[in-house]
């Protein structure tokens, strides 16, 4: 360093000195028109579709008869329907976490410690339920228990059985959300070495004792994270409630319901923002103070392979159980097409091709929209995706961290929120969308868009930035650089967001509900008021067709990735 | 206590599939005394991790028994068993501080409070590590870790202490300082210990018995003298230390002493092994044990490295390469790649294999 340059960081500040960075680093952005341009666009996309439509949201809570106001807020307060709304929500989302960690850490214990016959199986169903429609569980629960359900009526003969409310509704999420803990729990516990249990047996405790001082403890941040994470889910939740949850409302229906049902926009935006602070506070818990304090991540690499537990006494109760629920959730998924074929539920009984006469003739409409929106959405998430996470892990500018923190905290807004937010905000000029297939492509890709973005950060995470430094230094552009050495190594994680972009797409509710229009009809709100008009066939036909579609093309896909070389393990969901 | 343990025809066998298995550890037989130290030493998959574990009960046996004192543990679950083990990865509990950790297994067997406080503190400041007592691991260096959980296993006072490659993730400099250390406690405190390593120096240093294992097979048991010195075969002898192989052919046998002529040059060589005349033999022939300028023989250097306290040559001598360690080359040139270079055998150091 020449004496000149030493006098300047003498005497400047560390704020001017940060400054003086900060100016070097745009001097550096501006130079490059392809980056600047890119960060151009990922600004204003995330700014109009994410942060833009909760603002709108916020802002008209706060009016009314065009005064700023906290009319609606106290609207909610006076009435107690409300209050019971908010607080069949809380209540509902507790004993649905609760439950459905139970049953999770079920198990993930049997999957990561216990020696348990057709393990890759009971796994496999174990997770059905996070890559299926919505519904699939709802319908099968009302063809299961519902007045003229198989078991209620068919077998106990009961006339007035009761699947819609409260405890339906908690069985058919904690069917649905349990998977979520499942995941996040055999994680975790895979994560733990061995030798740290084994110390403990080796210093006299019995399986038991190594159970309740050690495995718990060390899973307990994780079980805790586990909960919060299927409580986020449980609020959030729109189709199932919708579907079974009769009298017992929750606050994302009732978003639904006042803002397009009783077309009360800005009474529906105070309930938004209650949800969302449920929601993001939540979230922001599980991420902030909870992601800080594992300590499965402190026993460092797992060492040797586990030994699986495979005394009787352990291996014969975790069986009974995860084999009874499997055998649950799968009879759930057969119900659907055995339903399809099915004349009229709970009377007769007798075979038809009818519902799919049906669905094939005029009801045709809905699967040909969806299908083409989610294939034309499905390529712009995953390009998105990728280069927002290159951006933010790889690159220097101003707006990296609230591009990091915006696409983060968009995983926990509940999907009722935003389409709310989209009606309220591209419904007048200047832009207006609403009625569009434009903005039901846009919801596609916000809502899928965050996960992707997540697991392209993580993969490049794990390469050596080096490797991209050594293709500029050889004079590649920074287009050149993504395009021949970032994409070919974060091809898993892109495609892996291909296939759950387009899963994701076909099957969402939330927030295309308040977006559909007579002009695009889409297939899983088609099902929905199909099973509201109470003709199970033709919503069981719909559904059967769905899982056949999204089944397919993940299937189609992981076959072309196996031809061109990718390893089926790394295309995840 | 100290206790001694018997192992008797131990073998292990890890079936994979219907077709494929491995025996890790074939018919083994091994008496520790009270109080003694003995490593397993071999390379990786030669069976010595999985006999330590068969000892600490995490493994079960295939065959054959295991004694601690006079008690058969074969059967016995890994808490029932009279062992306590140092892990290679430390293994300590995450969520609980130093003093808790060590305390551990004092508190599962229910011992009063008082005496839990006692004993931990004892072994703190046997340790000295009172300082930590309320640290969580990952506040710790790998070091001071793998002091917590040598802690850990020495204050259960058990009749068998098993160390599982306890240094292999530490750095060099600190390895040695542990190593010392450990061999100093162990002493002090007169356990019986059982160390698996893969690391020669580490055995020499610590051990008062090594065994070496091969494929399951022990290969010999000796002390680090006997290991060294008189291999029993070209195995052993590769695996502990630098070696050469000469040949060589008995000229005249004399009980235990032979003449043997190698390329024109008769040496006097010791063994216990039965020869007769005209027998072929191969001969270890430590690189130390090369006299550099020793006269006997002519060689070309093909290698010339200097390594601080030694220099390391390699010779090219009739076929074969010898490699030489000459320490303190003070007052003389060295020798340059090229050079020719008399060399002669200290014959004392010749180990008929």
């Known amino acids: 360093m020449s004496n000149n340059k030493k006098q300047i960081v003498k005497d400047k500040s560390n704020f001017q000195l940060r400054m003086i960075t900060e100016v070097e680093v745009m001097k550096k952005v501006f130079s490059d028109p392809i980056l600047l341009g890119a960060i151009v666009t990922v600004l204003t996309i995330v700014t109009m579709f994410i942060v833009f439509p909760l603002v709108n949201i916020l802002k008209e809570s706060f009016i009314y008869e065009d005064k700023f106001s906290i009319h609606h807020y106290s609207e909610i307060y006076r009435l107690s329907y409300n209050k019971d709304i908010i607080l069949n929500t809380l209540k509902l989302g507790v004993t649905v976490s609760l439950l459905s960690t139970v049953v999770g850490f079920i198990f993930a214990y049997a999957s990561a410690y216990v020696k348990i016959k057709f393990k890759k199986i009971l796994n496999g169903i174990a997770i059905l339920p996070i890559i299926s429609p919505p519904f699939v569980i709802g319908l099968s629960a009302i063809l299961l228990f519902g007045r003229m359900g198989i078991i209620t009526r068919g077998i106990f003969g009961m006339k007035n059985a009761e699947i819609y409310g409260f405890h339906g509704l908690v069985l058919v999420q904690v069917l649905t959300f349990f998977p979520v803990a499942f995941l996040v729990l055999v994680g975790l516990l895979e994560q733990i070495d061995p030798s740290v249990e084994e110390a403990s047996r080796d210093l006299g405790a019995s399986r038991w004792k190594v159970f309740s001082t050690i495995t718990l403890p060390l899973m307990a941040p994780g079980i805790a994270n586990a909960a919060l994470l299927v409580f986020i889910q449980s609020v959030a939740d729109f189709g199932n409630p919708m579907v079974i949850g009769g009298n017992y409302t929750t606050m994302a229906v009732q978003i639904y319901m006042q803002g397009i049902g009783s077309l009360n926009m800005s009474g529906a935006t105070a309930l938004a923002i209650i949800l969302l602070l449920v929601s993001v506070s939540a979230f922001i818990t599980q991420k902030f103070y909870l992601g800080k304090k594992s300590y499965v991540t402190v026993t460092g690499k797992v060492s040797r392979r586990r030994e699986l537990i495979s005394e009787k006494k352990v291996v014969t109760p975790l069986s009974i159980t995860v084999i009874l629920v499997s055998i649950f959730v799968g009879m759930m998924y057969i119900l659907i097409p055995i339903g399809s074929f099915i004349k009229l539920w709970g009377v007769n009984y007798s075979l038809t091709l009818d519902h799919y006469k049906y669905v094939f003739g005029l009801g045709f409409k809905p699967i040909f929209d969806t299908l083409k929106l989610a294939m034309i959405a499905t390529p712009i998430t995953g390009i998105l995706s990728m280069v927002i996470a290159f951006l933010v892990i790889r690159r220097k500018f101003l707006g990296r961290a609230y591009i990091d923190f915006v696409t983060m905290l968009s995983i926990a807004i509940p999907g009722t929120v935003v389409g709310l937010g989209y009606v309220i905000t591209y419904n007048k000029p200047p832009l207006v969308l609403t009625g569009t297939g434009i903005i039901l492509i846009i919801a596609f890709v916000m809502r899928s868009m965050p996960v992707g973005i997540r697991s392209g950060m993580a993969s490049l995470q794990q390469i050596d930035p080096s490797i991209e430094e050594a293709a500029s230094a050889l004079g590649a552009s920074s287009k050149k650089v993504f395009t021949s050495i970032t994409i070919p190594m974060i091809k898993p994680a892109l495609f892996s967001g291909l296939v759950y972009a387009f899963a994701r797409s076909m099957t969402l509710v939330s927030t295309i509900i308040f977006l559909v229009s007579a002009k695009y009809n889409l297939l899983t709100v088609a099902t929905m008021s199909q099973i509201d008009q109470g003709r199970i066939g033709v919503a069981s036909v719909y559904s059967t067709l769905l899982i056949i579609i999204v089944g397919s093309m993940i299937a189609l896909m992981r076959f072309a990735l196996s031809k061109m070389g990718v390893s089926q393990e790394d295309i995840k969901l | ?353």
């Open chain 2, 1 to 353: 206590m100290k206790k001694g343990i018997s192992i008797k025809n131990l073998t292990k066998v890890f079936v994979i599939n219907q077709k494929n298995k491995v025996v890790a550890v074939d018919d083994v037989t091994l008496e520790v005394k009270p109080g003694e130290f003995v490593t397993l030493l071999g390379p990786s998959g030669c069976g010595k991790t999985t006999l330590l574990r068969m000892i600490a009960g995490f493994e079960t046996l295939t065959a054959g028994d295991i004694y601690i004192g006079e008690e058969n543990i074969g059967a016995q679950t890994p808490d029932k068993r009279d062992t306590a083990m140092v892990f290679q990865n430390y293994a300590l509990f995450p969520h609980m501080n130093v003093f808790d950790n060590i305390a551990y297994g004092l508190k599962i067997r229910k011992l009063p409070k008082t005496e839990i406080k006692q004993r931990v503190q004892k072994i703190l400041d046997l340790m000295k590590m009172n300082d930590f007592a309320h640290r969580v691991p990952a506040q710790m260096s790998g070091g001071q870790q793998q002091r917590v959980s040598l802690a850990r296993a020495l204050v259960m006072e058990p009749g068998v202490l098993l160390f599982d490659e306890p240094l292999s993730n530490l750095d060099a400099k600190l390895r040695i300082h542990m190593r010392d250390e450990i061999r100093k406690i162990q002493k002090e405190v007169g356990i019986t210990s059982i160390y698996v390593t893969h690391d020669q120096s580490e055995a020499m240093g610590l051990s008062d018995k090594i065994v070496i294992m091969k494929d399951g097979v022990i290969q010999q048991i000796g002390t680090p003298r006997e290991i060294y010195q008189k291999p029993i075969n070209a195995f052993v002898a590769g695996f502990i230390g630098k070696t050469n192989v000469v040949e060589g052919k008995i000229m005249s046998t004399n009980n235990s002493n032979y003449e043997v002529d190698i390329q024109g040059i008769t040496h006097m060589v010791k063994s216990d092994n039965k020869l007769s005349v005209g027998d072929k033999v191969s001969m270890m022939l430590r690189p130390e044990s090369i006299i550099v300028e020793g006269e006997q023989y002519d060689g070309i250097v093909t290698k010339s490295m200097f390594m601080g306290e030694n220099h390391e040559y390699e010779v090219k001598w009739n076929d074969q390469i010898l490699q030489i360690s000459e320490s303190n080359p003070f007052g003389r040139d060295i020798y340059e790649i090229g050079d020719t270079m008399k060399i002669g055998f200290d014959e004392k150091a010749l180990h008929i294999l």
